[in-house]
């Protein structure tokens, strides 16, 4: 229970104290959602490269010729680690499962078990992630998505399973409840992150044009209706999806459990925002950018973005601003403007050069903007099962 000399971020980080949160429980949890990413990488992927060698037949033979090369992982490794992740994690889980079936020293031994296992098949993940994909499989994803919504809507749906493993760890394993990991407000606020949404669109527009009549960045007129009404139904359904499962995961999940341990939530959210920047290490526009800039230029535009996402849940002491926002500005890259070497090139609107160094200038200059009017708008954070409330 918060009191009411709380932050917003206090009491949002309180929810990472209660019940069952001991250290060890915070690595359970993420091993789970991370294997639960990982099936969903298996699952969703399988019809995806189906769909993509369907729509781009010479596709098959650019994959032969990139294994022959030794471009793409393959062989009795690459198939002996995605073995050592199925397996390790299954024994991993029900060993876990049944450890309240036992006395309570088997149990222990059976966490201990678990642990073993666990620890066993998140090192063949990451083997499979530095071995399983190069370049060249990543342009070849990329082509596929380009040519196919239903590509693009596989590759979207390979984010829920993540969120799905942080619930069902955060109710199960720490015994929480799941509001607990998006807000310290009673119930979830679905008009704050509509609010937030609408707030982005009409600030990026504003910043898009501005920069367009200015000729700081000239938009090109790229509407092509009968790809972008194929892509639109899928960035509205599926992008926010998405984006909430990286808010939950970085802003929610790893930002109340390294709170609970680091007093000061600026070095926690640096921490997570560095996070969050090196998930984009693989994106194209990076690998474009480092060819004429250092990787610091590459990756500052992410590292600002996550920060202000964490300075979003700061002002309100929950997720749901924060989602908005990172949804808002995905789908707006995705349907109204965007650019080339994009990690989504999907038919957009309007398309621009890439220029990193002034798309990070636009996101510190634009978010702080949105920030402001956030922290203007905010309302009192009323806590769960009491009438006491808090404000930033």
């Not at 690595?27 to 099936?39: C, E, G, N, P, S």
């Not at 294994?67 to 992982?73: D, P, S």
Request: hydrophobic share 50%; glycine share 8%; proline share 4%.
């Amino acid at each position: 229970m918060s009191n009411n000399n709380q932050s917003p971020i206090q009491a949002f980080f309180s929810h990472a104290t209660g019940s069952d949160t001991r250290w060890w429980t915070w690595l359970a949890v993420f091993w789970f959602a991370i294997m639960m990413w990982f099936y969903g990488q298996f699952i969703f992927g399988i019809p995806l490269a189906i769909i993509g060698m369907v729509v781009d037949p010479s596709s098959m033979e650019a994959m032969m010729e990139s294994q022959a090369n030794g471009e793409t992982a393959a062989g009795a490794g690459y198939l002996l680690g995605m073995g050592t992740i199925f397996l390790g994690s299954l024994i991993a889980f029900f060993v876990y499962v049944l450890r309240n079936k036992s006395s309570e020293e088997a149990g222990k031994t059976n966490i201990q078990i678990a642990s073993i296992f666990g620890i066993i098949s998140f090192a063949a993940l990451i083997y499979f992630i530095k071995t399983g994909s190069s370049p060249e499989d990543a342009k070849l994803i990329n082509s596929w998505l380009s040519k196919s919504s239903l590509v693009y809507m596989f590759m979207l749906l390979m984010f829920p399973p993540m969120a799905i493993g942080l619930w069902l760890g955060v109710k199960y394993v720490q015994k929480r409840t799941i509001l607990s990991l998006h807000t310290a407000h009673y119930k979830f606020r679905w008009g704050r992150m509509v609010f937030a949404m609408l707030l982005v669109w009409a600030v990026a527009a504003i910043f898009s044009y501005g920069a367009h009549v200015t000729g700081v960045s000239e938009a090109k007129y790229v509407f092509d209706p009968s790809r972008f009404w194929k892509y639109l139904p899928i960035t509205l359904l599926f992008i926010p999806l998405q984006s909430a499962t990286e808010e939950i995961a970085l802003r929610g999940y790893l930002n109340q459990g390294l709170g609970k341990y680091i007093r000061n939530p600026w070095i926690v959210f640096v921490i997570t925002s560095a996070a969050f920047a090196s998930l984009h290490l693989g994106n194209p526009e990076v690998a474009e950018t480092v060819k004429e800039h250092s990787i610091w230029v590459a990756m500052s535009g992410y590292f600002f973005f996550g920060m202000f996402a964490c300075v979003i849940t700061y002002i309100d002491g929950g997720l749901e601003a924060a989602i908005g926002m990172h949804a808002a500005n995905n789908m707006f890259a995705a349907a109204v403007v965007g650019y080339d070497s994009s990690a989504l090139p999907t038919p957009t609107i309007f398309k621009v050069g890439l220029n990193t160094q002034l798309d990070s200038i636009m996101v510190v200059v634009s978010l702080a903007l949105v920030c402001l009017i956030l922290y203007a708008t905010r309302k009192p954070l009323i806590l769960p099962e009491t009438t006491e409330s808090t404000f930033a």
